[in-house]
């Protein structure tokens, strides 16, 4: 089921770029990406359930550096925090079971 799983996440479908560009502005700022990067490929080399990765090249005084950019999405925080407080759930229910009398 593990192996399902990981072909499962790994074939997550890649967010339109209008949204990811949206998601990078939001982050930080128009200006400071503009500024940052000389360009950002719209299309993603992987993604995955929380988030996308996309090659740039960041603008350096010496030299084009190509980079990985990593966008989560949107919301993903909060699905991270409601998972994280249903597994804690869980735990306090098994809690008891699991511990000797």
């Excluded at 479908?13 to 940052?36: F, I």
């Excluded at 993603?44 to 603008?59: C, D, E």
């Excluded at 249903?86 to 229910?93: G, P, Q, T, W």
Aim: aromatic share 4%; hydrophobic share 45%.
């Amino acid at each position: 089921w593990v192996a399902r799983l990981e072909t499962l996440v790994d074939d997550a479908p890649a967010r339109p770029w209008t949204e990811t560009r949206q998601v990078l502005e939001n982050e930080l700022g128009a200006k400071l990406l503009n500024a940052s990067f000389i360009y950002i490929n719209p299309e993603p080399i992987a993604a995955a359930s929380i988030g996308q990765v996309h090659q740039g090249i960041l603008r350096s005084p010496t030299t084009e550096r190509r980079v990985a950019v990593k966008v989560t999405y949107p919301g993903v925080d909060r699905l991270i925090m409601s998972d994280l407080s249903n597994i804690r759930r869980v735990i306090r229910m098994l809690k008891p079971a699991l511990l000797p009398a």
